[in-house]
């Protein structure tokens, strides 16, 4: 039977941690990395005999991949504080890990808490990559939404899912969207990204016909219309900032009044600087 690392990255995730880490507890290992917590978190760790690590957070690619090197194992489970493997999920990896795998990476699907409810099974769920062998694959760079690619192998798909609990009311969706949307702009701004307000008034429409249509979210009545539309305004959030941006760049205070605080500080800072030369 191949040996498994249970990977999770933390901070302050008490009151999540204790149902992801009872689902993986069967695993050869438990492997925490930890951003100084400042709640239970670590307690709640200890209570699964974790191998706890921690670390200052360097950023959410970073984190993970430090603590995928860390397992002591090369076969690796990566999940989040706030998720949890199914019943279904569990026994389908385990009756894998003793025939043997047959790829060098897997997928799940993931069923999300909307709000109130779970996701409808006849909705489209997405797939994430979270069971690989650590010497095929690792994190992208993408500064956000981090995930863990096989570079140089095979992936096949799990059919059981697995559990997200990290969105249970609107306030934290749109408090994640809206820190999403402001730490992809610098990513976005380097890779030379267009800013145009065509594409905030074009693909917001897009992402809710997608989301509630294509995606099946109409399945899951009022509260798959709300999702939908909170993805619809992240698009729109996503290009609105980086235009922001740029126009920023662009014009700096260039547009504002002489009373505008930034002027004035700068006004000050130059007779400063005035001032010291004459001295």
């Known amino acids: 039977m191949v040996r498994l690392s249970a990977v999770v990255t933390t901070f302050n995730n008490a009151d999540t941690l204790r149902s992801c880490l009872n689902s993986v507890k069967w695993a050869d290992e438990i492997l925490l990395l930890d ?64 025939k043997g795998p047959t790829a060098d990476g897997y997928t799940l699907p993931r069923i999300e808490q909307l709000f109130w409810q779970m996701t409808h099974p006849g909705s489209r769920m997405n797939h ?18 981090a995930a863990p690619e096989v570079k140089d192998g095979r992936v096949e798909p799990l059919a059981e899912g697995f559990y997200h609990f990290g969105e249970p009311d609107i306030h934290t969706k749109v408090a994640k969207l ?28 897009f992402m809710f016909l997608k989301s ?25 959030l996503k290009y ?16 504002m009044p002489d009373e505008h605080p930034g002027k004035q500080s700068a006004l000050i800072s130059s007779n400063d600087e005035t001032v010291k030369r004459a001295a």
């Open 128 to 145: 994430f990559l979270r069971l690989f062998d650590r010497r095929k694959g690792g994190m992208n760079d993408v500064p956000v939404h």
């Open 35 to 98: 951003s100084f917590s400042t709640d239970e978190t670590c307690q709640v760790a200890a209570e699964f005999s974790a191998n706890i690590i921690q670390h200052k957070f360097q950023g959410y690619s970073k984190q993970k991949q430090m603590a995928i090197d860390a397992a002591s194992n090369d076969w690796v489970l990566l999940l989040d504080a706030d998720e949890a493997l199914s019943a279904e999920s569990r026994a389908e990896i385990q009756n894998l890990l003793t």
């Open 178 to 205: 809206n820190s999403y949307s402001t730490g992809l702009v610098e990513y976005k701004a380097g890779r030379k990204k267009k800013a145009s307000m065509l594409t905030c008034i074009v693909y917001p429409p």
């Open 212 to 236: 509630f249509v294509f995606k099946r979210n109409y399945r899951n009545g009022w509260a798959g219309f709300i999702g939908s539309v909170c993805m619809a305004f992240y698009a729109f």
């Open 240 to 255: 609105a900032k980086l235009y922001e941006h740029f126009r920023h760049a662009e014009a700096g205070l260039s547009l």
